[in-house]
């Protein structure tokens, strides 16, 4: 089992900044992806931003591009989402996932509210 605990979150206004943190406990060895996904109300869970822990290699959602940064420090176990130029459409619940595809694992999450 892995054991992920967010944190980070809070409320900022539009064009703000937030780091999120997640730390990953327990059978590290595999996890081979990470990743941050987010749920609005009403909205289904989508995904923000993932990472290979061999690679680094990194994927981000459309709507994140140029202003989210996704990183991880692999001897903490840690994986980050800095998040800059946030906007009120990205309030929302953020998780952290992890597993051998991405998503085995999840976090309680976090809450990120953006004001205009």
């Known amino acids: 089992q892995v054991q992920l605990v967010e944190s980070g979150g809070g409320s900022v206004q539009a064009g703000g900044s937030l780091r999120l943190s997640c730390a990953a406990s327990g059978y590290t060895y595999s996890i081979f992806c990470m990743g941050w996904f987010r749920q609005a109300p009403g909205k289904e869970r989508e995904g923000v931003a993932t990472i290979s822990t061999a690679s680094g290699n990194t994927y981000y959602a459309d709507s994140v591009k140029g202003r989210f940064t996704i990183s991880q420090d692999n001897a903490k176990n840690t994986l980050y989402l800095q998040m800059n130029s946030l906007k009120p459409e990205d309030t929302a619940m953020y998780y952290c996932?992890?597993?051998?595809?991405?998503?085995?694992?999840w976090g309680q999450g976090t809450q990120v509210t953006v004001s205009s």
């Open positions: 996932a992890a597993g051998m595809t991405c998503n085995n694992y």
